[in-house]
T-cell receptor, first 115, second 111 residues
Framework: GAVVSQHPSWVICKSGTSVKIECRSL??????MFWYRQFPKQSLMLMAT?????????EQGVEKDKFLINHASLTLSTLTVTSAHPEDSSFYIC???????????FGSGTRLTVV | GQNIDQPTEMTATEGAIVQINCTYQ??????LFWYQQHAGEAPTFLSY????GLEEKGRFSSFLSRSKGYSYLLLKELQMKDSASYLC????????????FGTGTRLTVIP
């Protein structure tokens, strides 16, 4: 149990376009999901906490107008990278918090390349 | 703020034992996690410590000292497949459920 599906696994987009990444909890309800970004050979940096039915909480230095987060249901959170630029190229990973046991489960990640 | 430090890289021999250290200074503490991450993949859970002491789980053990802000992950009988990054992560307290990750340690196991 406790599976999180993240889609797409990789995407290439042109500079200036927007990209949406989906994170779904398949067999449990997740009131809280988290979005991380990971640059090559670096650790995961928390970008924002996504709460179902309310606004996301962004970490310091993360532009909320650039990284739009929507958590419209208990099983789905989306991250939209708006007006993407090459410096946004990174590995984006979501995780979902399972209330029972308070365990985090991670998605498989999305490799974004902006050209 | 959050400050979680680990050595950047380590190399160890197959069959040996390796200890990966993690020191932390965080605003609140409610548990420390260790994750394994292979390149391009999501992290996978290894261990969890919330009280001081050693937690053993097969070839992996994790130790925590809250007063010292220190943890280590011990890997025994190293195998080539253990080559990966090992991430130390702290759960913030005070009702927050965020996980903050350390810098990560890239472990290379050599024959």
């Amino acid at each position: 149990g406790a599976v999180v599906s993240q889609h797409p696994s990789w995407v290439i987009c042109k500079s200036g376009t927007s990209v949406k990444i989906e994170c779904r909890s398949l067999d449990f309800q997740a009131t809280t999901m988290f979005w991380y970004r990971q640059f090559p050979k670096q650790s995961l940096m928390l970008m924002a906490t996504s709460n179902e039915g309310s606004k996301a909480t962004y970490e310091q230095g993360v532009e909320k107008d650039k990284f739009l987060i929507n958590h419209a249901s208990l099983t789905l959170s989306t991250l939209t990278v708006t007006s993407a630029h090459p410096e946004d190229s990174s590995f984006y990973i979501c995780s979902a918090l399972r209330l029972q046991g308070s365990w985090w489960t991670f998605g498989s990640g999305t490799r974004l390349t902006v050209v | 703020g959050q400050n979680i430090d680990q050595p950047t890289e380590m190399t160890a021999t197959e069959g040996a034992i390796v200890q990966i250290n993690c020191t932390y200074q965080t605003s609140g503490f409610n548990g420390l996690f260790w994750y394994q991450q292979h390149a391009g993949e999501a992290p996978t859970f290894l261990s969890y410590n919330v009280l001081d002491g050693l937690e053993e789980k097969g070839r992996f053990s994790s130790f925590l000292s809250r007063s010292k802000g220190y943890s280590y992950l011990l890997l025994k009988e190293l195998q080539m497949k253990d080559s990966a990054s090992y991430l130390c992560a702290v759960r913030r307290g005070g009702g927050a459920n965020n996980l903050f990750f350390g810098t990560g340690t890239r472990l290379t196991v050599i024959p």
